[in-house]
């Protein structure tokens, strides 16, 4: 039976993935932040089938500790400061975490189980101002966020670990990637959220930045089958993982607001210029072409599908 350790097992995709690595056979590890409120909503399902270890992204020691404890033998680091907005009011914090968080848990896995196999979370914000669309594995970085900065630091750390010690070490560049159990702070699941919210006589009206921003957004449940296939490779590598395909904000308010049966969105929807960005992020776009013909992998669910399935799980939650 195989192990895998999962960083950030408490988020959305890291509870995506140990579904996924459970129904596959692995034996499960979570590494847990000490907090005094525990918040396991997104994993109760499975808590009693995988085994969770407290560490810290900040805590050289604990990532040591959970490594010799876990004995994994693929390491998913999916632990982060993920929300973009927060890195302008935490931007040392993002950095510790995002960013040099990579390098301490490669050192500690050089320490430990150098013979295991590291998959590190890297982000489409190290696009940022794109140099060309769509980006692929070879588009140069130029971030427009503290996160953005961050992520690129772990991402070639990362690719520096696997060239200088010969470790096992793969990157998945995912753009953005959405579902029921993304958490509200997220534009996607805060208009689902809101549509439902509104159909159900529970608010009146959004407050949303920029309704022109467009994104290349995908379905998380898909993109962590993408991590697993990256770790089931005879070399390490890196793979932009995307839809390329593109919409705005603007789209997917006009789809959530279509599920959730509300006509005249435009009435319910304010424009709040505290959440425009310092530094807009124009176009984001993956072109995944790489990960399908190495991986086999390619997207399954397309955009619309998508924020359909999230306003019903809304509407379903809100209904209770």
């Given at each position: 039976?195989?192990?895998?350790?999962?960083?950030?097992?408490?988020?959305?995709?890291?509870?995506?993935?140990?579904?996924?690595?459970?129904?596959?056979?692995?034996?499960?590890?979570?590494?847990?932040?000490?907090?005094?409120?525990?918040?396991?909503?997104?994993?109760?399902?499975?808590?009693?089938?995988?085994?969770?270890?407290?560490?810290?992204?900040?805590?050289?020691?604990?990532?040591?500790?959970?490594?010799?404890?876990?004995?994994?033998?693929?390491?998913?680091?999916?632990?982060?400061?993920?929300?973009?907005?927060?890195?302008?009011?935490?931007?040392?914090?993002?950095?510790?975490f995002t960013?040099?968080?990579?390098?301490?848990?490669?050192?500690?896995?050089?320490?430990?189980?150098?013979?295991?196999?590291?998959?590190?979370?890297?982000?489409?914000?190290?696009?940022?101002?794109?140099?060309?669309?769509?980006?692929?594995?070879?588009?140069?970085?130029?971030?427009?966020?503290?996160?953005?900065?961050?992520?690129?630091?772990?991402?070639?750390?990362?690719?520096?670990?696997?060239?200088?010690?010969?470790?096992?070490?793969?990157?998945?560049?995912?753009?953005?990637?959405?579902?029921?159990?993304?958490?509200?702070?997220?534009?996607t699941r805060?208009?689902?959220?809101?549509?439902?919210?509104?159909?159900?006589?529970?608010?009146?009206?959004i407050a949303?930045?920029?309704?022109?921003?467009?994104?290349?957004?995908?379905?998380?449940?898909?993109?962590?089958?993408?991590?697993?296939?990256?770790?089931?490779?005879?070399?390490?590598?890196?793979?932009?993982?995307?839809?390329?395909?593109?919409?705005?904000?603007?789209?997917?308010?006009?789809?959530?607001?279509?599920?959730?049966?509300?006509?005249?969105?435009?009435?319910?929807?304010?424009?709040?210029?505290?959440?425009?960005?310092?530094?807009?992020?124009?176009?984001?776009?993956?072109?995944?072409?790489?990960?399908?013909?190495?991986?086999?992998?390619?997207?399954?669910?397309?955009?619309?599908?998508?924020?359909?399935?999230?306003?019903?799980?809304?509407?379903?939650?809100?209904?209770?």
């Amino acid at each position: 039976m195989s192990r895998a350790l999962i960083t950030g097992i408490t988020g959305q995709d890291g509870s995506y993935l140990a579904e996924l690595l459970l129904e596959k056979g692995y034996e499960v590890h979570g590494m847990v932040r000490r907090s005094s409120t525990e918040t396991f909503e997104r994993i109760e399902q499975i808590r009693d089938r995988i085994t969770l270890h407290q560490g810290d992204l900040l805590d050289q020691r604990s990532l040591v500790d959970t490594l010799r404890a876990s004995k994994p033998d693929e390491i998913y680091n999916l632990g982060a400061m993920s929300f973009v907005a927060a890195s302008w009011v935490q931007p040392t914090l993002t950095a510790e975490f995002t960013g040099v968080g990579v390098t301490r848990i490669l050192e500690a896995m050089r320490e430990v189980c150098p013979e295991a196999r590291f998959y590190q979370a890297s982000s489409s914000e190290m696009f940022g101002k794109v140099r060309q669309i769509p980006q692929t594995e070879e588009t140069p970085f130029y971030p427009r966020s503290p996160y953005g900065v961050a992520k690129a630091y772990g991402h070639f750390i990362t690719v520096n670990y696997r060239e200088s010690y010969d470790l096992f070490a793969a990157s998945g560049i995912l753009f953005n990637h959405e579902s029921p159990r993304r958490g509200l702070e997220f534009v996607t699941r805060k208009i689902t959220w809101h549509a439902a919210a509104i159909k159900l006589g529970l608010a009146e009206k959004i407050a949303l930045g920029n309704l022109d921003a467009e994104r290349d957004w995908g379905y998380a449940k898909d993109y962590v089958e993408a991590m697993w296939l990256m770790l089931q490779q005879d070399q390490a590598d890196d793979f932009v993982v995307a839809t390329n395909a593109i919409h705005s904000v603007r789209d997917c308010v006009e789809v959530a607001f279509d599920e959730a049966g509300l006509d005249n969105w435009e009435q319910h929807v304010e424009i709040d210029p505290q959440f425009v960005r310092p530094a807009e992020v124009d176009q984001l776009i993956g072109d995944y072409g790489k990960a399908e013909r190495e991986l086999g992998w390619k997207p399954k669910t397309s955009f619309e599908e998508l924020i359909r399935l999230m306003v019903r799980a809304d509407l379903e939650l809100l209904g209770r």
